[in-house]
């Protein structure tokens, strides 16, 4: 089982930008895709974006597409979520989870196919 630790959320007004880091438990994870989800009060959680560990390819969902990139150190040790031009809808507590396979084909948008998780980060986002 793979621990995971977010950091980096915060309170920023419309337009900002934020850096999410999560942190994991292990290095180099080739089997492994790497997920940001993201769950907002009342709301199911959602895929926002997921790297590969095996070849690097990613997904974004299309409503943060062009403002947020998700990245990996070498190791894998630690992903990556920029986020830029933070708009009220972003606020959610975000997570990162991780699924062991090395496919990300229709992984993002399906939370219940990662078995690990963090505790989730807030963002909140004023207008």
């Known amino acids: 089982q793979l621990q995971l630790v977010e950091s980096g959320g915060g309170s920023v007004q419309q337009g900002g930008s934020l850096r999410l880091s999560c942190a994991v438990s292990?290095?180099?994870?080739?089997?492994?895709?790497i997920g940001w989800f993201r769950q907002a009060p009342g709301k199911e959680r959602e895929g926002v974006s997921c790297?590969?560990?095996?070849?690097?390819?990613?997904y974004t969902e299309d409503s943060v597409m062009g403002r947020f990139t998700i990245s990996r150190s070498n190791a894998m040790s630690t992903v990556y979520l920029q986020m830029n031009n933070l708009k009220p809808d972003d606020t959610a507590v975000y997570y990162c989870?991780?699924?062991?396979?090395?496919?990300?084909?229709?992984?993002?948008?399906?939370?219940?196919?990662?078995?690990?998780w963090g505790q989730g980060t807030q963002v909140t986002v004023s207008s």
């Open positions: 989870a991780a699924a062991k396979t090395r496919s990300i084909q229709g992984l993002c948008t399906t939370p219940q196919k990662f078995a690990d």
């Open positions: 292990e290095s180099y994870l080739e089997y492994v895709v």
């Open positions: 790297i590969s560990g095996s070849d690097g390819s990613t």
